[in-house]
Protein backbone atom coordinates (compact mmCIF):
# COMPACT_ATOMS: atom_id res chain seq x y z
CA UNK A 1 0.00 0.00 0.00
CA UNK A 2 0.98 3.46 -0.83
CA UNK A 3 2.97 5.21 1.79
CA UNK A 4 1.21 8.88 1.33
CA UNK A 5 -2.70 9.59 0.25
CA UNK A 6 -4.76 12.06 -1.01
CA UNK A 7 -6.71 14.38 1.60
CA UNK A 8 -8.50 17.25 1.77
CA UNK A 9 -6.43 19.63 4.60
CA UNK A 10 -8.00 22.67 6.61
CA UNK A 11 -4.60 24.31 7.20
CA UNK A 12 -5.94 27.69 8.65
CA UNK A 13 -9.48 29.29 8.69
CA UNK A 14 -10.93 29.55 5.19
CA UNK A 15 -7.86 27.59 3.65
CA UNK A 16 -8.36 24.00 2.41
CA UNK A 17 -6.05 22.47 0.49
CA UNK A 18 -6.19 18.76 -1.51
CA UNK A 19 -2.36 16.91 -1.36
CA UNK A 20 -0.69 13.93 -0.26
CA UNK A 21 -0.26 13.13 3.50
CA UNK A 22 1.06 10.09 4.69
CA UNK A 23 -1.07 7.38 5.17
CA UNK A 24 -2.32 6.73 9.23
CA UNK A 25 -0.15 4.47 10.99
CA UNK A 26 -2.46 2.25 13.31
CA UNK A 27 -1.89 1.18 17.15
CA UNK A 28 -2.79 -2.53 18.28
CA UNK A 29 -6.43 -1.36 18.72
CA UNK A 30 -7.00 0.50 15.46
CA UNK A 31 -8.33 -0.28 11.99
CA UNK A 32 -7.09 1.36 9.04
CA UNK A 33 -10.08 1.69 6.47
CA UNK A 34 -10.17 2.59 2.55
CA UNK A 35 -12.75 5.51 2.12
CA UNK A 36 -15.19 4.70 -0.06
CA UNK A 37 -18.11 7.98 0.72
CA UNK A 38 -18.23 10.93 3.18
CA UNK A 39 -21.70 12.98 3.29
CA UNK A 40 -20.95 16.81 4.13
CA UNK A 41 -21.98 17.88 7.34
CA UNK A 42 -22.74 21.81 8.32
CA UNK A 43 -19.96 20.70 10.75
CA UNK A 44 -17.24 20.80 8.34
CA UNK A 45 -18.44 24.22 6.98
CA UNK A 46 -17.94 25.37 10.43
CA UNK A 47 -14.59 24.10 10.95
CA UNK A 48 -13.77 25.75 7.72
CA UNK A 49 -14.70 28.96 8.37
CA UNK A 50 -13.26 28.69 11.89
CA UNK A 51 -16.36 28.26 13.68
CA UNK A 52 -15.64 25.14 15.27
CA UNK A 53 -12.07 23.25 15.99
CA UNK A 54 -9.82 26.32 15.43
CA UNK A 55 -7.56 25.24 17.59
CA UNK A 56 -7.32 21.69 16.27
CA UNK A 57 -5.84 22.80 12.56
CA UNK A 58 -4.66 21.99 10.23
CA UNK A 59 -7.02 19.11 10.16
CA UNK A 60 -8.31 16.64 7.50
CA UNK A 61 -12.26 17.12 8.22
CA UNK A 62 -15.16 14.56 7.39
CA UNK A 63 -17.23 11.86 9.71
CA UNK A 64 -20.39 10.75 7.90
CA UNK A 65 -18.44 7.86 6.21
CA UNK A 66 -18.13 3.94 4.91
CA UNK A 67 -15.33 2.34 3.46
CA UNK A 68 -13.62 -0.98 3.87
CA UNK A 69 -10.97 -2.26 6.15
CA UNK A 70 -7.57 -2.27 4.80
CA UNK A 71 -5.71 -3.53 7.85
CA UNK A 72 -6.03 -4.95 11.25
CA UNK A 73 -4.99 -4.01 14.26
CA UNK A 74 -3.35 -7.07 16.58
CA UNK A 75 -5.99 -6.59 19.17
CA UNK A 76 -9.43 -6.02 17.11
CA UNK A 77 -11.96 -9.03 17.42
CA UNK A 78 -14.33 -9.98 14.87
CA UNK A 79 -13.01 -7.34 11.67
CA UNK A 80 -11.04 -8.47 9.55
CA UNK A 81 -9.80 -6.74 5.60
CA UNK A 82 -12.31 -6.58 3.50
CA UNK A 83 -15.04 -6.06 5.80
CA UNK A 84 -17.31 -2.97 4.83
CA UNK A 85 -17.97 -0.70 7.17
CA UNK A 86 -18.62 2.38 9.19
CA UNK A 87 -17.28 4.11 12.49
CA UNK A 88 -18.77 5.81 15.77
CA UNK A 89 -17.14 8.73 15.49
CA UNK A 90 -17.68 10.01 18.90
CA UNK A 91 -14.87 8.64 21.85
CA UNK A 92 -13.97 9.40 25.13
CA UNK A 93 -11.94 8.56 27.96
CA UNK A 94 -14.10 5.13 29.47
CA UNK A 95 -13.32 5.58 32.91
CA UNK A 96 -14.74 8.96 33.84
CA UNK A 97 -18.03 10.34 36.18
CA UNK A 98 -20.00 10.61 33.17
CA UNK A 99 -18.23 7.77 30.89
CA UNK A 100 -19.62 5.61 34.04
CA UNK A 101 -22.87 6.97 33.41
CA UNK A 102 -23.11 6.45 30.01
CA UNK A 103 -22.67 9.62 29.30
CA UNK A 104 -19.99 9.50 26.95
CA UNK A 105 -20.11 12.96 25.31
CA UNK A 106 -19.94 15.04 28.53
CA UNK A 107 -16.41 13.56 29.22
CA UNK A 108 -13.86 15.88 29.17
CA UNK A 109 -11.68 13.56 27.17
CA UNK A 110 -14.55 13.61 24.48
CA UNK A 111 -13.16 13.69 20.95
CA UNK A 112 -14.80 13.52 17.50
CA UNK A 113 -13.62 12.13 14.51
CA UNK A 114 -13.16 14.58 12.01
CA UNK A 115 -13.91 17.43 14.32
CA UNK A 116 -11.02 16.95 16.79
CA UNK A 117 -8.60 14.77 15.02
CA UNK A 118 -8.50 13.29 11.49
CA UNK A 119 -10.75 12.41 9.66
CA UNK A 120 -12.62 10.79 6.13
CA UNK A 121 -11.69 13.86 3.38
CA UNK A 122 -8.88 11.31 2.49
CA UNK A 123 -8.12 8.16 0.89
CA UNK A 124 -7.48 6.65 4.12
CA UNK A 125 -8.51 6.67 7.84
CA UNK A 126 -7.62 4.97 10.92
CA UNK A 127 -10.50 4.28 14.08
CA UNK A 128 -10.27 2.06 17.03
CA UNK A 129 -11.88 -0.90 16.17
CA UNK A 130 -14.51 -1.13 19.23
CA UNK A 131 -16.03 1.95 17.45
CA UNK A 132 -16.32 0.03 14.00
CA UNK A 133 -19.68 -1.33 12.69
CA UNK A 134 -19.90 -3.89 9.94
CA UNK A 135 -22.48 -2.67 7.20
CA UNK A 136 -25.17 -5.27 6.85
CA UNK A 137 -25.12 -6.89 2.95
CA UNK A 138 -28.10 -5.01 2.37
CA UNK A 139 -26.46 -1.44 2.48
CA UNK A 140 -24.73 -0.13 -0.15
CA UNK A 141 -22.09 1.98 0.76
CA UNK A 142 -24.13 5.43 0.36
CA UNK A 143 -26.17 4.09 2.69
CA UNK A 144 -23.09 3.46 5.18
CA UNK A 145 -22.17 6.77 4.99
CA UNK A 146 -25.61 8.17 5.96
CA UNK A 147 -25.90 6.23 9.46
CA UNK A 148 -24.34 8.84 11.34
CA UNK A 149 -26.97 11.44 10.87
CA UNK A 150 -29.14 8.56 11.47
CA UNK A 151 -28.10 8.21 14.45
CA UNK A 152 -27.90 11.66 15.27
CA UNK A 153 -31.75 11.89 14.83
CA UNK A 154 -32.35 8.30 17.32
CA UNK A 155 -30.60 9.91 19.68
CA UNK A 156 -32.74 12.98 19.79
CA UNK A 157 -36.02 10.93 19.71
CA UNK A 158 -34.82 9.02 22.72
CA UNK A 159 -34.13 11.99 24.32
CA UNK A 160 -37.73 13.57 23.47
CA UNK A 161 -39.45 10.19 24.63
CA UNK A 162 -42.33 11.10 22.08
CA UNK A 163 -45.41 9.87 22.91
CA UNK A 164 -48.08 8.26 20.51
CA UNK A 165 -50.82 10.41 19.50
CA UNK A 166 -48.29 13.81 20.28
CA UNK A 167 -48.09 16.60 18.18
CA UNK A 168 -44.44 17.02 16.76
CA UNK A 169 -43.39 20.42 15.03
CA UNK A 170 -40.06 20.54 13.60
CA UNK A 171 -38.37 23.29 12.66
CA UNK A 172 -36.36 23.10 9.40
CA UNK A 173 -36.39 20.74 6.59
CA UNK A 174 -32.80 19.74 6.30
CA UNK A 175 -32.40 16.77 9.03
CA UNK A 176 -35.86 17.93 10.22
CA UNK A 177 -37.27 15.52 7.40
CA UNK A 178 -35.44 12.44 9.50
CA UNK A 179 -36.62 13.49 12.39
CA UNK A 180 -40.13 13.81 10.80
CA UNK A 181 -39.56 9.99 9.36
CA UNK A 182 -38.64 8.99 13.26
CA UNK A 183 -41.82 10.94 15.05
CA UNK A 184 -43.94 9.45 12.75
CA UNK A 185 -42.45 5.74 13.33
CA UNK A 186 -42.79 6.49 17.19
CA UNK A 187 -46.90 7.16 16.71
CA UNK A 188 -46.89 10.83 16.34
CA UNK A 189 -50.23 12.27 14.82
CA UNK A 190 -49.77 15.10 13.59
CA UNK A 191 -45.85 15.68 12.74
CA UNK A 192 -45.26 19.06 10.89
CA UNK A 193 -42.42 20.25 9.50
CA UNK A 194 -41.41 24.42 9.07
CA UNK A 195 -38.62 25.13 6.25
CA UNK A 196 -38.15 27.46 3.35
CA UNK A 197 -37.90 25.91 0.64
CA UNK A 198 -40.49 24.04 -1.55
CA UNK A 199 -38.86 20.68 -2.42
CA UNK A 200 -37.48 20.07 0.53
CA UNK A 201 -41.56 20.05 2.04
CA UNK A 202 -42.85 18.08 -0.98
CA UNK A 203 -39.92 15.63 0.71
CA UNK A 204 -40.37 15.88 3.97
CA UNK A 205 -44.31 14.88 2.96
CA UNK A 206 -42.78 11.48 1.85
CA UNK A 207 -41.16 10.72 4.89
CA UNK A 208 -44.17 11.20 6.99
CA UNK A 209 -44.71 15.14 7.50
CA UNK A 210 -48.74 15.43 7.54
CA UNK A 211 -48.32 19.00 7.46
CA UNK A 212 -45.56 21.34 5.91
CA UNK A 213 -45.06 25.58 6.33
CA UNK A 214 -43.45 27.68 4.25
CA UNK A 215 -42.47 30.09 6.69
CA UNK A 216 -41.90 32.28 3.97
CA UNK A 217 -45.32 32.65 2.84
CA UNK A 218 -46.71 32.87 6.66
CA UNK A 219 -47.06 35.82 8.98
CA UNK A 220 -46.35 33.60 11.98
CA UNK A 221 -44.91 29.95 11.75
CA UNK A 222 -46.15 30.09 15.18
CA UNK A 223 -49.41 30.62 15.36
CA UNK A 224 -49.75 28.08 12.23
CA UNK A 225 -48.53 25.30 14.46
CA UNK A 226 -51.51 26.42 17.18
CA UNK A 227 -53.71 26.42 14.20
CA UNK A 228 -52.79 22.57 13.53
CA UNK A 229 -52.75 21.45 17.11
CA UNK A 230 -56.63 23.05 18.23
CA UNK A 231 -54.85 26.47 19.31
CA UNK A 232 -52.49 24.47 22.24
CA UNK A 233 -49.08 23.91 20.25
CA UNK A 234 -47.03 21.51 20.09
CA UNK A 235 -46.51 18.37 22.67
CA UNK A 236 -43.02 18.41 21.02
CA UNK A 237 -41.10 21.08 18.96
CA UNK A 238 -37.92 20.22 17.60
CA UNK A 239 -35.53 23.32 17.13
CA UNK A 240 -32.98 21.87 13.93
CA UNK A 241 -32.11 25.32 12.22
CA UNK A 242 -29.49 26.13 14.77
CA UNK A 243 -30.65 30.60 15.10
CA UNK A 244 -31.60 32.18 18.45
CA UNK A 245 -34.70 33.59 16.04
CA UNK A 246 -35.91 29.76 15.70
CA UNK A 247 -35.08 28.57 18.99
CA UNK A 248 -37.09 31.49 20.58
CA UNK A 249 -39.98 30.45 17.86
CA UNK A 250 -39.63 26.64 19.35
CA UNK A 251 -40.35 28.05 23.03
CA UNK A 252 -43.39 29.85 22.03
CA UNK A 253 -44.55 27.08 19.18
CA UNK A 254 -44.22 24.25 22.85
CA UNK A 255 -47.34 23.90 24.19
CA UNK A 256 -47.42 24.23 27.90
CA UNK A 257 -46.79 20.96 29.82
CA UNK A 258 -44.64 20.51 26.11
CA UNK A 259 -41.04 20.02 25.31
CA UNK A 260 -38.65 21.47 23.25
CA UNK A 261 -35.92 19.38 21.63
CA UNK A 262 -32.44 21.27 21.13
CA UNK A 263 -30.92 19.70 18.45
CA UNK A 264 -29.47 23.02 15.85
CA UNK A 265 -26.11 23.96 17.05
CA UNK A 266 -26.01 27.75 17.22
CA UNK A 267 -23.12 29.74 17.43
CA UNK A 268 -20.53 29.48 20.43
CA UNK A 269 -21.86 32.48 21.85
CA UNK A 270 -25.18 33.07 20.34
CA UNK A 271 -28.27 33.69 22.90
CA UNK A 272 -31.91 33.89 22.71
CA UNK A 273 -34.64 35.36 25.10
CA UNK A 274 -37.11 33.51 26.67
CA UNK A 275 -39.29 34.52 29.99
CA UNK A 276 -38.60 31.95 32.81
CA UNK A 277 -42.13 33.10 34.04
CA UNK A 278 -43.49 31.00 31.28
CA UNK A 279 -41.31 28.13 31.86
CA UNK A 280 -42.50 27.66 35.22
CA UNK A 281 -45.65 28.30 34.92
CA UNK A 282 -45.83 26.43 31.41
CA UNK A 283 -43.63 23.67 33.14
CA UNK A 284 -42.21 23.73 29.78
CA UNK A 285 -39.42 21.14 29.43
CA UNK A 286 -36.03 21.31 27.44
CA UNK A 287 -33.91 18.56 26.24
CA UNK A 288 -30.43 18.74 25.00
CA UNK A 289 -28.87 16.28 21.84
CA UNK A 290 -25.98 16.59 19.92
CA UNK A 291 -24.71 12.96 18.81
CA UNK A 292 -25.84 9.94 17.95
CA UNK A 293 -23.59 7.13 20.27
CA UNK A 294 -23.40 3.20 21.57
CA UNK A 295 -26.87 1.82 20.25
CA UNK A 296 -27.66 4.70 18.35
CA UNK A 297 -25.53 3.15 15.43
CA UNK A 298 -26.97 0.00 15.57
CA UNK A 299 -30.28 1.25 16.06
CA UNK A 300 -29.59 3.29 12.88
CA UNK A 301 -28.09 0.72 11.08
CA UNK A 302 -30.88 -1.36 11.81
CA UNK A 303 -33.88 1.50 10.44
CA UNK A 304 -31.85 1.63 6.97
CA UNK A 305 -31.46 -1.92 7.05
CA UNK A 306 -35.16 -3.01 7.45
CA UNK A 307 -36.01 0.27 5.05
CA UNK A 308 -37.80 2.12 7.74
CA UNK A 309 -35.93 5.32 6.66
CA UNK A 310 -35.34 4.66 2.40
CA UNK A 311 -32.72 7.87 2.20
CA UNK A 312 -32.00 7.65 -1.14
CA UNK A 313 -34.49 10.91 -2.25
CA UNK A 314 -32.74 13.18 0.10
CA UNK A 315 -28.66 12.17 -1.92
CA UNK A 316 -28.43 15.06 -4.11
CA UNK A 317 -24.58 13.90 -6.12
CA UNK A 318 -21.25 12.53 -5.36
CA UNK A 319 -18.56 14.73 -5.92
CA UNK A 320 -14.39 14.00 -6.24
CA UNK A 321 -12.42 14.76 -3.10
CA UNK A 322 -11.00 17.71 -5.50
CA UNK A 323 -14.46 19.62 -5.35
CA UNK A 324 -15.02 19.11 -1.72
CA UNK A 325 -14.59 23.35 -1.28
CA UNK A 326 -16.89 24.03 -3.99
CA UNK A 327 -19.33 21.56 -3.22
CA UNK A 328 -19.51 23.36 0.68
CA UNK A 329 -19.81 26.59 -0.65
CA UNK A 330 -22.62 25.39 -3.14
CA UNK A 331 -24.60 24.10 -0.52
CA UNK A 332 -24.55 27.42 1.08
CA UNK A 333 -26.55 28.85 -1.66
CA UNK A 334 -28.17 25.53 -3.54
CA UNK A 335 -30.92 25.56 -0.95
CA UNK A 336 -32.61 22.57 -3.24
CA UNK A 337 -29.14 20.68 -2.27
CA UNK A 338 -29.75 17.85 0.81
CA UNK A 339 -26.77 15.15 1.26
CA UNK A 340 -23.91 16.03 -1.13
CA UNK A 341 -21.20 12.91 -1.18
CA UNK A 342 -17.31 13.21 -1.40
CA UNK A 343 -15.54 10.32 -2.73
CA UNK A 344 -11.66 10.04 -3.20
CA UNK A 345 -12.55 7.20 -6.02
CA UNK A 346 -14.60 8.97 -8.28
CA UNK A 347 -13.14 11.77 -11.11
CA UNK A 348 -16.37 14.28 -11.91
CA UNK A 349 -20.03 14.75 -10.98
CA UNK A 350 -22.08 12.36 -10.58
CA UNK A 351 -26.26 13.57 -9.98
CA UNK A 352 -28.29 11.69 -8.00
CA UNK A 353 -32.18 12.05 -6.85
CA UNK A 354 -32.67 15.39 -6.53
CA UNK A 355 -33.11 16.88 -10.42
CA UNK A 356 -29.97 19.46 -10.14
CA UNK A 357 -28.97 19.13 -13.73
Same mark, same amino acid.
Given at each position: ???????????????????????????????????????????????????????????????????????????????????????????????????????????????????????????????????????????????????????????????????????????????????????????????????????????????????????????????????????????? &???? &?????????????????????????????????????????????????????????????????????????????????????????????????????????????????????
Amino acid at each position: MAQTMKAAVIEKPEKLVVKEVPVPEISDDEVLIKVKYTGICGTDWSIYTGKYSADRLPLIPGHEFSGIIVKVGKNAKRLKEGDRVTADINMSCGSCFYCKKDLKLMCKEFTQLGIHIDGTYAEYVKAPWKQVHRLPDSLGFLQGAFIEPVSCIIHAAKAMQVEMGSSVAIIGSGLGILHAAVARYRGAAPVIVLGRTKKKLEVAKGFGADYTINVQKVKDPVEEVRKLTEGRGADY &VIEA &VGTPETYEQSFQMVRPGGTVAAFGITGVDDIISVRPFDLVLGEKNVVGSCAGVGNDWSDAIALLQYERIKPEPLFSMIVPLEELLPALEQLRTDKNLFKVFVSPEVSEREILALDLR
